[in-house]
């Protein structure tokens, strides 16, 4: 069994998390995990794994792949929004991942930010453990 990365909950049915490797994604296919949401770019870093290669096991695995590449620190409202559509349209319960689980913590508070106050979505972030001072200060001004 290969050990999870630490999982960051959002909501009942989203969790976030760092850059998942193929025994990973078959353990949370083992665990119920509906959906994985990818919020990396091709070759961000030169040891990632490739896109097609998890993608292919992730949808072997009977679960549904949706790549949103963000690139990091450069998180649109516009990119929020698509993760919002994206995550509700999903089958549940869903995992996004990127390098750290960081950008998709923020894809979510922008996909929320009409429904929600800033400092709900603050407070939200910061449970689950996220510190991100700057996206903090734009999630409420």
């Given at each position: 069994?290969?050990?999870?990365?630490?999982?960051?909950?959002?909501?009942?049915?989203?969790?976030?998390?760092?850059?998942?490797?193929?025994?990973?994604?078959?353990?949370?296919?083992?665990?119920?995990?509906?959906t994985l949401i990818f919020n990396r770019p091709d070759?961000?870093?030169?040891?990632?794994?490739?896109?097609?290669?998890?993608?292919?096991?992730?949808?072997?695995?009977?679960?549904?792949?949706?790549?949103?590449?963000?690139?990091?620190?450069?998180?649109?409202?516009?990119?929020?929004?698509?993760?919002?559509?994206?995550?509700?349209?999903?089958?549940?319960?869903?995992?996004?991942?990127?390098?750290?689980?960081?950008?998709?913590?923020?894809?979510w508070a922008l996909s929320r930010k009409d429904q929600?106050?800033?400092?709900?979505?603050?407070?939200?972030?910061?449970?689950?453990?996220?510190?991100?001072?700057?996206?903090?200060k734009r999630l409420t001004s």
């Amino acid at each position: 069994m290969a050990e999870l990365p630490a999982m960051r909950q959002l909501e009942e049915n989203l969790r976030t998390c760092g850059q998942l490797t193929t025994g990973q994604i078959r353990e949370l296919a083992a665990e119920g995990v509906k959906t994985l949401i990818f919020n990396r770019p091709d070759h961000e870093e030169a040891d990632q794994p490739s896109t097609l290669e998890l993608q292919a096991l992730a949808e072997s695995l009977g679960m549904q792949w949706v790549h949103q590449p963000v690139v990091s620190g450069q998180v649109t409202d516009e990119q929020g929004v698509e993760f919002g559509r994206i995550y509700a349209a999903a089958p549940k319960p869903v995992v996004a991942f990127c390098r750290t689980g960081a950008r998709c913590g923020c894809l979510w508070a922008l996909s929320r930010k009409d429904q929600q106050p800033g400092q709900e979505l603050v407070a939200q972030l910061q449970k689950a453990g996220f510190d991100l001072p700057d996206f903090f200060k734009r999630l409420t001004s």
